[in-house]
């Protein structure tokens, strides 16, 4: 950057001193999250100047920091450049996509997007004030996140675009926002504030006192000697975070687990205290299906969440975080550490956990490969939710549900309305937690672009596409990292409409953000792919007895789909096409998981699927085992313009059952 050495910058309004630094852009995006990555790219692909400004010195957010099994709800509901980077990872793995993959890999993924537009980013750089006139945010100034000592850098833009988990930008812009949980008064909610539910509970009735049935010897560590309020009722708690741990049972890539300093086996009481109970009654505790969510990823390694009601999640030790200074976050991020080493050393050596239960734990240790600067530990801890915008549109469950809608829809959520536990008491003498939510959305529902500005009369160029207008509930269900990218994508064209048009990011033409987002997915003048699904009833053609099954058969809670029984004399689905632009296309066919364990179905090996395209015939056989949760290639084939074709899904008399969900076309270029 160059030095301005001046006392008066005309225009701006600032005074700078002589080491300070200025430099000014059309776009500047705060965050080097997922959501900022493809901001600054999209920001860039529309011809505009671009800086992308991250604290730390790496990109991807929680995408390259241990959450590689992807959070979906529906997987057609994941377009634009998000469905490019799970495609780029595909190629990286040799596959059409992947949505599991290696914290390092998707790091390698989200340099590569810089590369190509020739992004510049500033690193280590901080905000610490922003300069507001006339509605219109015209600087901010950052500090080195490292050497706050360092001098000063002063950036402007014509729009500004924050993307960091925390909403920092935003807060100091000056609009209006929240933390914590509404009371469900204020929107007409069911299940936003205070909640008690079944899922991710204590199951099993455990002593919250220090002495076990003793109220005179005080709460165990970590309970909230508060009483809970009633259900529904608002405060300024927040659902809790943890370390999403990329782990790894390869002992030649493996760091094993080590006392970390301040180390309080105390602190892991409860949990003991289940496992004492279960032990007792005879239970097996394989670890993966009560303590910890051990979700494989490529190369014998994991992306490892919280499970059950004593996990990962440090429940109610996040609640100053979002307002936080930077100094008061970066301990509650190490108290967040020393709690989550603690509790996979307490996990893998206390002598009084069962040893079947330490030797599967001392089977895992950070992977030598992954975040090698910071010893196989996560660089990110899992701000699932922070500051949320209140902006001219507010996302609620009604949304959520489907009973509300919105016309100006820039992406589609389809997740469950999600909450982890937001805190943790002592009921009749018992640790109850307290906060969880998962609820299921019944389809994909747009999220509105007014969700993503602030109210135009407070700031009107800052665009907000993460820290997001929406409840505490239906930010529950928005927040995952896929609706991120692709939020910021509309926002960064959102902001190149808005520069061109000299309007405020209010007063767009919507229509025209929805047609580019639309027709130019990946702003690179490809056409969008053609996905023909089940449920496109217009589409297409039963004969014979097929069923639809609404059963979530798999953690990625993919829409409905048709499935025959075997020994059928007829099941035959027929996919109807039109294709907008002649051409030859790679064609896929969708294979459901068939679901696992007890409920699992046994998905045929053989499954035959006709294509008809202009040079004729051709029949594929699919199999569906193989497949699973994936798109299976069919072949590359031209089509014409404006003709109909068929593709027809043969499964009469097949020994075992069938599935069918949708068909796949992407253009060659």
């Not at 455990?206 to 000697?225: C, Q, V």
């Not at 734990?361 to 500051?387: C, H, T, V």
């Not at 209140?390 to 469950?397: A, L, N, Q």
């Not at 009369?457 to 930010?475: D, F, G, R, T, W």
Request: charged letters at 20%; glycine letters at 6%; proline letters at 5%.
């Amino acid at each position: 950057m160059k030095k301005i050495k001046v006392a008066f910058l005309i225009g701006v309004g600032i005074i700078l001193s002589s080491h300070q630094t200025f430099k000014t852009y059309d776009v500047v995006v705060y965050g080097g999250t997922s959501a900022g990555v493809i901001a600054a790219y999209s920001a860039k692909k529309m011809g505009k100047s671009v800086l992308l400004v991250e604290p730390t010195l790496f990109l991807g957010g929680m995408s390259s920091s241990g959450l590689g099994e992807t959070d979906i709800g529906n997987k057609y509901a994941i377009t634009n450049l998000a469905r490019d980077f799970y495609r780029r990872l595909g190629k990286h793995y040799g596959t059409f996509e992947a949505w599991q993959f290696e914290p390092s890999v998707a790091e390698k993924i989200f340099l590569q997007y810089i590369q190509e537009a020739n992004i510049e980013v500033l690193y280590q750089h901080r905000i610490i004030k922003a300069f507001k006139e006339n509605n219109l945010l015209k600087t901010i100034t950052l500090e080195n996140s490292r050497y706050v000592n360092s001098p000063k850098v002063i950036v402007g833009a014509k729009i500004f675009i924050d993307c960091s988990y925390e909403g920092d930008l935003m807060a100091r812009a000056g609009v209006s926002y929240t933390v914590g949980r509404e009371d469900n008064r204020q929107y007409q909610e069911t299940l936003n504030g205070v909640q008690i539910h079944s899922g991710n509970q204590i199951s099993e009735k455990i002593s919250a006192y220090i002495i076990e049935g003793d109220s005179t010897s005080g709460l165990l560590w970590g309970i909230n000697p508060e009483p809970i309020q009633p259900i529904g009722t608002g405060d300024k708690k927040i659902q809790a975070y943890n370390f999403r741990l990329c782990l790894t049972n390869n002992p030649e890539n493996r760091i094993p687990f080590s006392r970390p300093q301040n180390y309080d086996s105390t602190k892991y009481e409860i949990l003991y205290r289940t496992i004492k109970q279960r032990a007792e009654m005879g239970w097996k505790q394989p670890l993966h299906a009560f303590f910890l969510r051990m979700m494989p990823i490529p190369n014998q390694k994991t992306d490892t969440n919280n499970k059950g009601g004593f996990s990962t999640d440090f429940i109610g030790f996040n609640w100053d975080y979002p307002e936080a200074n930077y100094q008061q976050r970066e301990w509650i991020v190490q108290q967040h550490r020393q709690y989550t080493e603690g509790l996979l050393y307490f996990l893998a050596n206390d002598p009084r956990i069962p040893k079947e239960i330490r030797d599967e734990m001392s089977q895992w240790g950070f992977p030598k490969d992954e975040f090698p600067e910071n010893n196989g530990f996560p660089r990110q801890l899992y701000i699932r939710e922070a500051r949320r915008l209140i902006g001219e549109y507010v996302m609620t469950e009604h949304n959520c549900l489907g009973t509300t809608t919105v016309s100006d829809g820039i992406a589609y959520g389809a997740y469950n309305m999600d909450s982890h536990n937001c805190d943790r008491h002592a009921v009749n003498g018992y640790v109850i937690n307290e906060g969880d939510v998962q609820h299921p959305v019944p389809k994909p529902y747009p999220i509105a672009y007014r969700a993503i500005v602030p109210k135009r009369e407070e700031c009107q160029n800052l665009l907000v596409p993460v820290c997001l207008s929406a409840s505490h509930i239906a930010y529950g269900s928005i927040r995952m990292e896929p609706v991120f990218m692709i939020t910021a994508q509309a926002a960064a064209i959102a902001a190149a409409i808005a520069i061109e048009a000299n309007k405020a990011v209010q007063e767009i033409d919507i229509q025209q953000l929805q047609k580019i987002m639309a027709e130019n997915p990946y702003l690179d003048g490809s056409q969008a792919d053609i996905i023909i699904d089940n449920e496109h009833t217009n589409k297409i053609t039963l004969k014979g007895n097929w069923k639809l099954n609404n059963e979530r058969h798999t953690e990625s809670n993919l829409s409905s789909c048709l499935m025959s029984e075997p020994h059928t004399p007829i099941a035959r689905v027929q996919f109807e096409l039109v294709v907008p632009t002649s051409g030859k296309y790679n064609v896929y066919f969708y294979c459901p998981s068939g679901g696992s364990g007890k409920n699992a179905i046994t998905l045929t090996d053989k499954l035959p699927i006709e294509i008809l395209h202009q040079q004729g015939k051709s029949k594929v056989v699919v199999n569906q085992q193989q497949y699973k949760k994936n798109w299976a290639p069919l072949g590359s084939y031209n089509f014409q313009k404006r003709k109909k074709y068929k593709i027809t899904v043969l499964a009469d008399r097949l020994e075992k059952t069938a599935m069918v969900d949708a068909i796949l076309l992407v253009k060659q270029k």
